[in-house]
């Protein structure tokens, strides 16, 4: 989804994480600030496969990538095979890590409860607690929904995405074009220690810990979120 594109603006391109759609931006695709436009993912199964997505959709166009989750491990791929297309990054919720021992044997078992389960049930029972406190509110159902529509075989594709995932702190380090960093205060996934982290990697880094949330920062902070990024484009591009 994009609005019109405006010449003078800059485009961020906004790209989702594991089982997330383009519903995890609604709030932001509409600003005087910049042009939007969200890439999802459904049937890429490697890290080359999204970034050859995301070359043959943006072609040679200059963007700001937008990571949330996942997404900021794609941006950091698109990055290394095309760091002159990239005019800035902004990491929402993400890490800059590789696949750290374990996580794949935890992958595997989340799968099987998936397919004896169903995706819904896995995200309910295993998820929801650790990205919510309150696990019935609504953008926890915003959650669960997404992952509905996506369904296993994303997951499985997305989990294998994951499993290729090399250390980014390096890249990080050396992009030097505009770099905001947002993460949240009850942030198990992405916790505000690794937040700290990449911002000091990424040196001038702009840094920003949303109170009283979790790591779904963009369905429950959005508008503060959105303030953040627009301020930030602003500083740099406007």
């Known amino acids: 989804m994009a609005q ?23 709030p932001f695709l509409n600003s005087a600030h910049y042009n939007s436009v969200v890439i999802e993912f459904s049937t890429e199964n490697s ?6 997505r995301l070359k043959e959709t943006l072609e040679d166009q200059p963007v700001v990538l937008v990571g949330f989750s996942m997404g900021g491990i794609l941006a950091f791929d698109f990055i290394r095979h095309y760091p002159d297309q990239v005019i800035g990054l902004c990491l929402l919720n993400s890490n800059c890590h590789e696949d750290l021992p374990g996580r794949e044997e935890g992958r595997n078992q989340h799968i099987e409860i998936a397919e004896k389960q169903g ?18 509110c609504n953008e926890a159902q915003v959650v669960v929904d997404m992952a509905k529509d996506l369904g296993i075989n994303v997951l499985k594709a997305q989990f294998n995405i994951l499993s290729q995932r090399p250390n980014s702190e390096k890249l990080l ?3 030097d074009k505009p770099k ?21 990697l990424a ?36």
């Open 4 to 26: 019109q594109i405006q010449k003078h603006k800059p485009t961020l391109v906004f790209l989702p994480g594991t089982l997330c759609t383009s519903k995890m931006f609604q």
């Open 47 to 52: 890290l080359l496969h999204t970034t050859q």
């Open 119 to 136: 995706v819904t049930s896995l995200i309910r029972s295993v998820y929801l607690p650790v990205y919510f406190k309150n696990t019935q």
């Open 173 to 175: 380090s050396q992009f």
């Open 180 to 200: 905001l960093i947002i993460g949240a205060e009850n942030d198990i996934p992405c916790p505000v220690e690794h937040q700290k982290y990449m911002s000091l």
């Open 203 to 238: 040196q001038d880094a702009e840094l920003h810990i949303i109170k009283n949330t979790g790591h779904f920062a963009p369905l429950e902070k959005p508008y503060e979120i959105k303030h953040i990024i627009e301020q930030w484009v602003e500083t740099y591009y406007d």
